[in-house]
């Protein structure tokens, strides 16, 4: 039996060893290592979905969305929805992921396949997803939330620095129109069914004369803003530095 | 001291009122009534962003995906990110939503001004995603869970039935470009980086020619399907039946 012995105490070893590793990217004992184990298993390594991490992605970029919202909602209490939206977007970008990721070291857990492929800021953003969604598999929602909030927002995000390189929206929209020859233009739309007083303004994205999108706001400006903000996403332009 | 007495006693048998027909409604108890007060208080009633329900709304959105996409990530578990993120989109559609909304009869509960506005499936579904926000923040996540999946998801919405009425997506993109008079094309891609085996295959959607996007699936005709349901969402094609 010596031989068994050996292979059992050097695979426990090799576990006793990740879970160490976890402990320290996680901030907490984790449970069920498998499910970490394929957060961090690329697709280089095994193209099998129920094997490396692309469906723990999805889990994980849902969770974000919640915690990250969730907290915004709570440290803005007087901010509205579309300024929610657009601070939470910058955070989840996959720049900003990939950043994330890069500063919690994720680069010392991924399991890729060296041969294949060079590990990008991609990838990285992509592993904490998926990391995220182990979290919250194995430790459940608060613990998900305390990881994001505690391990990666307070110490690596800097929310005003954020705020400030805020998107211009418009300029982008009409650089992007001018390149290929079209006009963009933001009108006043009609009232809306749902739209009360004056003071809420619905400004039209338009592209060549249609319109693209509507932004809703208590300013032009902000209403303006928002349409652009829409009609980027709608065109699928892609915003460089978001 | 009787006005005062009687006071307090039309206040309280009001809140009482309120708090029974909420338990109807969530299957719990209320704490924090003013919180769901403010879920079902539409814009047209106040547009002041701390007290209408645009920033539950928000807030509601995120716990819903978050929990139906924990949801299908269980129930589906060898199904592939792209499948995930279609199915949970249609449940989470405007259209779903206000549906979902009307089937628990939320139409008793939004308060709104009958003279400003017509009840719509839209309000309804906002009122929802509202509702789940307060939910999320008077009772906690496991509960926003347990209201999602027992009083919306299991009892109203039949995942079969979703399934089915499955989007073609291939032929909407078709059509689209006929009536411009633009011709569309589906192409086999070049083994992307992150792609390692042969059955594994990359399809781009192109439009005139060039590539709007590209869809990755086990099968071409999958991939091919993915593609022109991406360059659908980037063209800002709108789907009515979704």
Redesign the interface.
């Known amino acids: 039996m010596r031989w068994l012995t050996k292979i059992t105490n050097n695979f426990s070893a090799e576990k006793r060893e990740f879970s160490k590793k976890l402990k320290y990217l996680l901030g907490y004992e984790a449970v069920n290592l498998e499910i970490y184990e394929q957060a961090l298993l ?3 390594k095994s ?1 099998e ?2 094997q490396n991490n ?2 723990l ?3 994980g ?3 974000l ?2 915690v990250i ?2 907290h915004l ?1 709570r440290i803005y ?5 579309g300024f ?2 657009e601070l939470r977007s910058k955070i989840v970008s996959r720049k900003k992921l990939g950043e994330l990721g890069k500063a919690i070291k994720l680069d010392n857990y991924i399991n890729y ?1 060296e041969k ?3 590990l990008s800021n991609r ?1 990285l953003g992509n592993a904490l997803e998926a990391v995220v ?1 182990a979290v ?1 598999l194995d430790a459940g ?2 613990q998900s939330e305390k990881f994001i909030l505690d391990k990666l927002l307070k110490p690596h995000i800097n929310l005003d620095t954020i705020f400030q390189t805020e998107v211009n929206y418009k300029s982008i929209l009409l650089e992007w129109a001018q390149k290929r020859g079209k006009s963009v233009s933001f009108e006043m739309a009609n009232t809306e ?5 004056e ?2 303004f619905v400004m039209e994205a338009r592209l060549n004369g249609s319109v ?2 509507t932004g809703k706001a208590r300013s032009k400006k902000v209403a303006g803003k928002e349409a652009a903000r829409k009609a980027i996403r ?3 332009i892609v915003v460089e530095k978001a």
């Open positions: 690329h697709s280089s193209v979905i129920t692309e469906r992605e999805f889990l970029d849902a969770i969305d919640a919202g969730a909602f209490p007087k901010r509205e929805e929610l939206t396949d294949k492929v060079v990838m969604g919250y929602y608060a069914y749902d739209q009360v007083e003071r809420l693209v999108s709608k065109l699928g």
